[in-house]
């Protein structure tokens, strides 16, 4: 979804802009008001004596206000669960963002430790980084993410576009889903056991919109929709997203439902860090948290009690320390006990309180006597209606249903999948709803691989893949390559079932590429040439599922190796066979960056008619084997083997099959291992050391590995058993796994190296 701020007004720019940046963890993230102390200010005057729990009788109307803090927000249980042990009742809730999300849960009738188990058992991760799991994906997005791996991906319908967010919010919305389906049908939040309002910014006006009925999830998601991480969420003409910028602490909300007491809980970041203002990022993140912290002021005045947690210590993406930042807001609570236990109830009226709170909860889930399935037509419109036809008549099951929307989502095409229970003709059913990306189809990936295993050869590209859907027919997709850098051309293949839903297809392509491959003897280059391989023809194909394929296919090639640098040595070649083929792939494991577990297996088998120095055709074949196991929740061990057989044929020249470079015997260099048929077995382990941003990367990597192989078929100089031990350490981010380690071999071979693209 691409966000146009055209006639907004500056000032709200700068202010989602400076969201944006706070999401990233690139800014300051103080929001306090700078003339305003929350605990001497604006808490109520503390009497000397606490006075005993009053009766419910009579008893004035308490709105309860979260502020917005991303992971900071959790304090906010840690309050709950403190005025729930005190027996301090809440009549209503307002809240924005993170405070919104706690908000709607304990408004819909969660206790303190159901929600605490609720984010707890959150993979925050996954749901930050808004990917599709790899294992969910169809079969050629698993192509697109091995061929580009990274999490970019852009849109080419009616021109370039960026989508709306780095995340559409998938994962989320299916969170809010599964919790909040017993209120299929609520009418008005009203009818939750706490009434509950939240708030969002639409985006067209700059104002601010306080949701107080419609779906509850999609309350929840619009409220939380950072801008730049997080798609907005459109309603009809009204694009929504987080309403920090507006009313980070909705005390107006609140009051304007009928409270009589505020109690606001308020996330105390504290003062700017020492040296975050030394930057230009950091300067303005600054000047806009002030801009965001001024919606806050009023706020915080016209509260009866300000609940301030301190949490300056952690940063608002830290989710994954939600157990340590929940008793921050215990422990603020208490520090405000004096006022608070002003408004305790006593043990008949508490338990009263809540016995109507509890009658008031939702828990029961109708089973679904029909499936609707909106957003999609045609023949997909079918097949997604009979995929999901299994559960009528049957017990909701999220995670079964969860399951067949991430399959849906594997595809490729939308955005979000949403579901919910709808109603019609006195009957009820499943209703799933898809919304299909706005910035494409057509699709384009885009990745900018970079190899250097010595300082002398630094191989940089730049690689495109654009994507065109169904343009001959259900199912179809045209694929168009580019690339340029040390391998270069230009390639487009036509992927089309026999007839729509059909495993088999059939994919005509054509091609033209050239890279550049070195000669050596030893370790000495001798030689540098130029490759060329243009060639067309057709394949006839089966999708066993959404892991496994094979293709056979027929080729015709123009194959040639031409000097470019060096002494001649007679490889020189230009052929044009008919080349027969045959591959199989398995994809299993479980990400195309750093698998934790399972395993990936491709072979080739290709035969020639012709052969660059000799009579009659030759065959070839090459396959790998890799496999992972995770260890103690962040280590992974892994082994994988390759290797590659001319069935006898000799004299192959640049033709043959080559080994060496980065994690491919690794104290090698490129390709400085040629011969006729060799092997490679490695084995080794990696240890996570962190976990990172979750928007924009994930994680640290150390690792080590042996590799031994054997080249048969090479020239005198070649060793008779290459081995290495490596060392290196990987970044999986945004852009792709970043690379680079050392690597001692046999022979005195030593090797750094360093890259930016597929590890595994």
């Known amino acids: 979804m691409v966000l146009r701020m055209s006639g907004f007004p500056l000032r709200r720019k700068a202010v989602l802009v400076a969201v944006v940046l706070w999401a990233f963890g690139l800014v300051a993230e103080s929001q306090q ?59 209503y809730i307002s809240g924005t963002s993170m405070g919104g999300l706690v908000g709607g849960l304990y ?32 079969y050629r997005r698993k192509e697109d993410k091995l061929a580009f791996a990274n999490r970019l991906q852009f849109g080419l319908k009616g021109g370039f576009s960026l989508p709306g967010g780095l995340n559409s919010g998938a994962a989320v919305n299916l969170l809010f889903d599964r919790t909040m389906l017993p209120y299929w049908d609520l009418k008005s939040f009203d009818d939750l056991p706490i009434p509950f309002r939240c708030v969002a910014t639409e985006l067209n006006t700059g104002q601010a919109h306080v949701f107080d009925d419609g779906p509850l999830p999609r309350a929840l998601r619009s409220t939380m929709s950072i801008p730049g991480v997080f798609a907005p969420v459109r309603v009809g003409n009204d694009l929504y997203a987080d309403g ?29 860090k020492p040296g975050s203002l030394d930057s230009l990022v ?10 965001v912290a001024a919606n806050e002021v009023n706020s915080l005045k016209h509260s009866d009690i300000v609940i301030s947690s301190d949490v300056g210590k952690f940063g608002a993406l830290e989710f994954s320390r939600s157990s340590e930042i929940i008793p921050v ?76 929307i991430a399959d849906l989502q594997g595809t490729g095409l939308y955005s979000t999948i949403n579901y919910n229970i709808v109603e019609k003709g006195g009957k009820t059913g499943l209703l799933v709803r898809a919304v299909a990306k706005d910035y494409g189809p057509p699709f384009m990936n885009f990745s900018m691989p970079i190899l250097a295993d010595d300082s002398n050869d630094i191989q940089l590209g730049v690689a495109l893949r654009a994507t065109f859907y169904n343009l001959m027919g259900p199912g179809s997709e045209v694929r168009l390559d580019g690339a340029v850098g040390q391998t270069a051309g230009l390639s487009g293949e036509l992927f089309k079932p026999v007839k729509p839903g059909s495993k088999v297809f059939v994919a005509p392509h054509a091609y033209i590429s050239h890279q550049t491959n070195p000669y050596y003897q030893g370790d000495q280059q001798l030689d540098q040439y130029k490759e060329r391989r243009n060639g067309l023809g057709v394949d006839l194909g089966y999708l066993f599922n959404a892991r496994t394929e094979l293709r056979v296919g027929e080729d015709v090639q123009w194959f040639s190796e ?27 494991q479980n990400d195309f960056m750093i698998p934790s577990r399972g395993s990936l297996v491709s072979a080739t088998y290709n035969y020639y008619t012709s052969q660059p120095f000799g009579v009659g055709g030759y065959s070839q074949m090459s396959g790998r084997l890799e496999h992972f196991i995770p260890v103690r929740g962040r280590g ?42 060799y092997f490679l077995g490695q084995t080794g382990y990696l240890q996570r050391l962190a976990k990172l941003n979750p928007v924009i990367a994930d994680g640290i990597y150390i690792g080590a590995a042996y590799e031994i192989g054997k080249m048969y078929g090479g020239n005198a100089q070649t060793p008779a058993l290459p081995n290495d031990g490596a060392a290196f350490a990987v970044v999986k981010t945004l852009l792709g796994p970043v690379y680079g380690g050392i690597s001692i071999g046999d022979s005195d071979h030593r090797k750094w190296f360093f890259g930016l693209g597929r590890v595994f």
Not at 110 to 134: C, H, N, T, Y
Not at 354 to 380: D, H
Not at 563 to 586: A, H
Not at 655 to 667: T, V, Y
């Open 107 to 138: 408004a819909s009738g969660l206790s303190p430790d159901e929600i605490d188990d609720f984010v707890e058992r959150i993979d925050w991760g996954a749901v930050l980084s808004g990917q599709v799991p790899f294992q969910s994906l169809s």
């Open 282 to 291: 950091g300067v303005a993140g600054r000047n806009v948290s002030i801009m």
């Open 244 to 272: 920090a910028a507006v009313d980070n602490l909705p005390v107006d909300v609140a009051r304007s439902m009928g409270a009589e007491v505020i109690i606001s809980s308020y996330l105390d970041v504290g003062p700017p």
């Open 33 to 91: 008001p700078a003339a305003v102390a929350p605990n001497e200010q604006m808490t109520a005057a503390s009497p000397d004596r606490v006075p005993p729990p009053i009766s419910a009788k009579g008893r004035k109307k308490i709105g309860l206000v979260f502020e917005g803090g991303g992971a900071l927000g959790f304090a906010h249980i840690g309050v709950i669960k403190w005025m729930e042990q005190h027996h301090i009742p809440v009549d």
């Open 636 to 677: 992974i061990l892994f082994a994988a083997g390759q290797g590659g057989t001319s069935f006898g044929a000799t004299n192959l020249g640049l033709a043959g099959l080559a080994m060496g470079g980065p994690l491919r015997l690794s104290a090698y260099a490129r390709n400085e291992l040629l011969g006729t048929d």
């Open 562 to 588: 031409h000097r470019k640098i060096g002494t001649p040595v007679g490889n020189e070649f230009s052929i044009v066979p008919f080349v027969s083929k045959v591959r199989f792939q398995y994809f299993g």
């Open 329 to 404: 807001g215990e422990k603020a609570a208490e520090l405000e006990s004096s006022a608070l236990e002003k408004y305790a109830l006593n043990d008949a009226d508490w338990e009263r309180y809540l016995a109507e709170r509890q009658a008031r909860r939702r828990t029961r889930v109708p089973q679904p006597q029909f499936i609707e399935v909106l957003g999609l037509s045609g023949v997909q419109q079918k097949e997604v209606d009979a995929q999901f036809e299994k559960y009528v008549g049957q017990p909701i099951d999220s995670g079964k249903i969860e399951k067949s």
